[in-house]
């Protein structure tokens, strides 16, 4: 008998989310990170002020390729906090929550800074004012990173921003950014390991999936897919197990059950931590049983 969600109980953190709005890397708190100093930071934030009143001076007198250039010969100011946005995620990429399999890792600019093109190919300026605003970049595998390029499609309709006129969360954009709380409850997963909109998406909602997954070879990339199949089998069988070992503890006096039982919770536990690889395919899979016992072990 297949398995229904009411689209309430889907809703969840199904994909990696970061809390980037309240991290910086002053941070003391943060697994696996050196925190930089307070003038550390204030120093990388103020190069970063001088270099978009640099750009928008440029931008002003129409040297366009002066200021994309400007913006290239930096790469190394956004690289510096390359560690510090891989440990924010437990060094997983932030879209396919992978740390190997989606190649070797970039700074990723959520916004493309030189120039943004639309689905049907067409092009627009970038924005170029958000190259080295923290706030927009994002840990990205360089397979999903290089088929991305300046893609960043709106709806059409949605106000569009401009440095003079800024307006980025008024955007209706396409992509999904695994910053945005919202954003990540709109990811499911088959078990065959494909990416899916969540049930009860709405059209928008579905498109928006559809073609964030197209553009970042969510899917296409074949080794990612089939780790997420092995994450989904892996957990299925530790779910019956669990379901074993709880039907022959129910009457007590079952202790080789119990600790059967308490060790297959380990291991669930384990596999949708938010530290481990995968765990939002894991989550995914112990959410479709619709089981509140079961759903109690996920962190």
């Not at 953190?13 to 709005?21: C, G, K, Y």
Request: hydrophobic residues 40%; proline residues 4%; negative net charge.
């Amino acid at each position: 008998m297949p398995i229904t969600l009411s689209e309430k109980s889907c809703r969840g953190h199904t994909l990696i989310w970061i809390n980037l709005v309240n991290r910086q890397p002053i941070d003391t708190d943060i697994p696996g990170w050196e925190p930089w100093t307070q003038a550390e930071w204030d120093t990388w934030l103020a190069k970063s002020r001088q270099l978009v009143d640099d750009l928008a001076a440029l931008d002003a007198a129409g040297r366009v390729d002066e200021r994309n250039a400007l913006i290239d010969a930096n790469r190394a100011h956004w690289g510096a906090l390359k560690e510090w946005l891989l440990a924010l995620s437990a060094g997983k990429c932030w879209f396919s929550e992978v740390r190997e399999l989606y190649s070797h890792y970039d700074v990723e600019h959520f916004r493309p800074k030189k120039e943004a093109r639309a689905l049907d190919g067409s092009k627009r300026d970038g924005y170029w004012w958000l190259a080295f605003d923290y706030m927009n970049f994002r840990a990205c595998g360089n397979v999903g990173n290089r088929k991305k390029g300046g893609w960043f499609p709106l709806k059409q309709g949605s106000l569009c921003s401009t440095f003079g006129a800024p307006c980025e969360e008024s955007e209706s954009r396409y992509l999904i950014d695994p910053v945005d709380d919202d954003d990540v409850g709109l990811i499911a997963y088959d078990e065959e390991g494909k990416v899916v909109p969540v049930p009860g998406a709405s059209d928008w909602e579905q498109e928006r999936v559809t073609e964030t997954v197209k553009r970042l070879k969510l899917n296409e990339h074949v080794a990612l897919a089939e780790a997420r199949r092995k994450v989904w089998q892996k957990l299925d069988l530790l779910i019956d197990d669990y379901k074993r070992a709880k039907s022959r503890c129910c009457t007590g006096n079952n202790p080789a059950s119990k600790a059967k039982l308490a060790e297959v919770c380990v291991r669930i536990r384990e596999m949708t931590d938010p530290a481990a690889e995968l765990s939002s395919v894991a989550r995914w899979c112990l959410i479709l049983r619709n089981d509140p016992l079961l759903s109690r072990l996920v962190s």
